[in-house]
């Protein structure tokens, strides 16, 4: 069982900057492929970043360049780093994590950007 707690959300304006933190519990951290997901009002969760067990990353098109996924694994906890924050970033963010244990989601951490 891995519980994950998402914080960092918060309002921000266009071009701005926030880090999201995602803190998992269980001993088993570093054998989780680890995700970012967000869903905006009215729209369907989407897949933004990932990063591997063994530290590889990915990121979808639209924050390429903008957003960093990394993580600790002394500290069981994964970042995404947004910079130059745009209004469509808005949406409330979801950690989540998938492994031989099976795939579990944060609570989700609201990130508001206003125009």
């Known amino acids: 069982q891995v519980q994950l707690v998402e914080s960092g959300g918060g309002l921000v304006q266009a071009g701005g900057s926030l880090r999201l933190s995602c803190a998992a519990s269980g001993r088993t951290f570093n054998t989780y492929d680890m995700r970012w997901f967000r869903q905006a009002p009215g729209k369907e969760r989407e897949f933004v970043a990932s990063?591997?067990?063994?530290?590889?990353?990915y990121s979808t098109d639209s924050v390429k360049g903008r957003f960093t996924i990394s993580r600790d694994n002394a500290k069981a906890t994964v970042y995404l780093q947004m910079n130059s924050l745009k209004p469509e970033d808005t949406a409330v963010y979801y950690c989540?994590?998938?492994?031989?244990?099976?795939?579990?989601w944060g609570q989700g951490t609201q990130v508001t950007v206003s125009s």
């Open positions: 990063i591997g067990w063994s530290g590889a990353t």
């Open positions: 989540n994590a998938r492994g031989v244990g099976g795939e579990y």
